[in-house]
Nanobody
Framework: QVQLVESGGGLVQAGGSLRLACAAS????????MGWFRQAPGKEREFVAG????????YYADSVKGRFTISRDNAKNTVYLQMNSLKAEDTAVYYC???????????????WGQGTQVTVSS
């Protein structure tokens, strides 16, 4: 079993930045593809970014390309999401998730964190 704990959310003004972190425990972190998802009120959970086991391959939703950066530190069992140029529409609960292989669909992920709230004020 893999346990995931997100941190770093908060309230920020539009145009600002936040860095989310997701700490993993209970498994071999480097064996997992890691994804960041978000869910706004009344909306479905959506893929934001993903990173393969080595960090060599990254994937982004079109809505965040050029503004968000996903990275991982396998020595620290942690995946990060650097969010720049934040917009009001980025407001959501952000979740990290793990599975063995790349996937876009949240239903295909095996492990989830509890989520961290990001609120962008305009």
């Amino acid at each position: 079993q893999v346990q995931l704990v997100e941190s770093g959310g908060g309230l920020v003004q539009a145009g600002g930045s936040l860095r989310l972190a997701c700490a993993a425990s209970g498994g071999t972190f480097s064996a997992y593809f890691m994804g960041w998802f978000r869910q706004a009120p009344g909306k479905e959970r959506e893929f934001v970014a993903g990173i393969n086991w080595s960090g060599g391959d990254t994937y982004y939703a079109d809505s965040v390309k050029g503004r968000f950066t996903i990275s991982r530190d396998n020595a620290k069992n942690t995946v990060y999401l650097q969010m720049n140029s934040l917009k009001a529409e980025d407001t959501a609960v952000y979740y990290c998730a793990a599975r063995r292989r790349l996937a876009w669909n949240p239903y295909e992920y095996d492990y989830w964190g509890q989520g961290t709230q990001v609120t962008v004020s305009s």
